[in-house]
């Protein structure tokens, strides 16, 4: 057994997990019951979605996905803070 | 010194962020360290006392301490959310609340990133007036446990380090 | 199928290997936690087992591999794996805030009152 074959294996294994992660954090979204539900998995959608595409990356080898998973991360934490301060008072900027 | 760099710590930060997202080279350094400085001056406008920190050397015991709390409530949530509990016990979370000492915003932020960062504890609230915290725990055992966990392992610590 | 990780030596892809499924089973395991436990207040404790170490194995993965790939220490995952780190308490407190303010006014039982006088 080579590296490369040991590596392989762990990256879609990675990639299958954190996908499946996505669709978990998306159901909860989609069923919520409440609004600070779907807010959650929404946020939990994010950061799996942020994972797989630094997997992504290393299994391709390219640093565009790296970039791309930071712009997620940045846009993740604006949206959930703009979403909960909204449950909060039911406006954005006060 | 002070009123060029109000903040030192911010600005060398931000300056290694700015490295590490192009790259290690002389006119990086120029560049990051004066956008950074530039945001150091306007954090200063932001917020006019910087946290006072005393002693560093007690950070670094929390960053251990933290460190090995989050790999055993990593493997204590994980397997309660993959067993739900064992035969003798069941899972039961619930509110706890805390009186802090903590008053200065620097180290209660600290600790709300502690908190939260271990998975099996989140920051509920904080009461700025009475200096009570709610916290929820996920898998409740004892309430005093929890109260001596967050003051003596990492309130006292955090006290340690800022004045 | 390859990658251009193949040339790693063996003793670097194994620890690569292994942080890479540590930090995705953790993450997928905070995911199930998301869907399988019973009330907010439960699940607001699943994600931050992505957060923490999910995140973390696989930045640290991902430094390691390309670290040695390139010949030279590779830390921009830092730069990600701090920002999460940061910035998940703020959206779990907003949140839980937001939660909690939900459920006092439509009277929850289970919510135990504010210690604060009322805000507005």
């Not at chain 2, 709390?69 to 509990?85: H, K, P, Q, T, Y």
């Not at chain 3, 920002?83 to 407190?93: A, D, H, R, S």
């Amino acid at each position: 057994m080579t590296a490369g074959t040991i590596l392989i294996a762990a990256l879609s294994y990675a990639q299958l997990m954190l996908a499946l992660a996505a669709c978990m954090a998306g159901w909860r979204t989609l069923r919520g019951p409440r609004a600070q539900d779907r807010v959650l998995g929404l946020d939990t959608l994010y950061v799996t979605t942020m994972l797989l595409f630094v997997v992504t990356g290393m299994r391709i080898g390219t640093p565009f996905f790296f970039e791309a998973a930071m712009v997620i991360g940045v846009l993740a934490f604006a949206a959930t803070v703009a979403l909960a301060k909204f449950l909060l008072r039911g406006e954005v900027i006060e | 010194m002070r009123r060029i760099l109000p903040h030192p710590l911010l600005t060398a930060g931000l300056t290694l962020v700015w490295m590490l997202l192009t790259s290690f080279s002389l006119g990086h350094l120029l560049l990051g360290g004066m956008i950074a400085g530039l945001a150091g001056l306007a954090f200063a406008r932001l917020e006019p006392v910087g946290p006072q920190l005393r002693s560093p050397w007690a950070l670094v015991r929390l960053g251990a301490v933290v460190s090995v709390d989050i790999i055993r409530s990593n493997i204590a949530v994980a397997r309660l959310i993959l067993f739900g509990g064992d035969r003798h016990h069941r899972r039961r979370s619930g509110f706890v609340k805390i009186p802090l000492r903590l008053q200065d915003p620097m180290p209660l932020a600290l600790l709300a990133m502690v908190i939260t960062a271990t998975p099996g504890t989140a920051w509920m609230e904080h009461d700025m007036d009475s200096g009570i915290l709610l916290l929820h725990v996920f898998d409740m055992r004892e309430e005093d446990d929890w109260q001596s966990q967050i003051r003596d392992r990492y309130e006292s610590l955090l006290l340690e380090a800022f004045a | 199928m390859s990658t251009p990780l193949d040339t790693l030596p063996l003793w670097i892809a194994i620890p690569v290997a292994l942080l890479l499924i540590i930090g995705s089973t953790l993450t997928m395991l905070g995911a199930l936690g998301l869907v399988r436990l019973n009330s907010f207040y439960d699940r607001i404790h699943a994600p931050t087992l992505g957060t923490s170490w999910g995140t973390a194995g696989i930045m640290l993965a991902s430094m390691l591999a390309y670290s040695w790939l390139d010949g030279r220490a590779i830390l921009h995952e830092l730069v990600i794996g701090s920002f999460v780190m940061i910035t998940t308490p703020i959206t779990l407190m907003l949140l839980s805030r937001a939660a909690l303010h939900r459920d006092r006014m439509e009277g929850n039982p289970d919510v135990p009152p504010t210690s604060a006088p009322p805000e507005d």
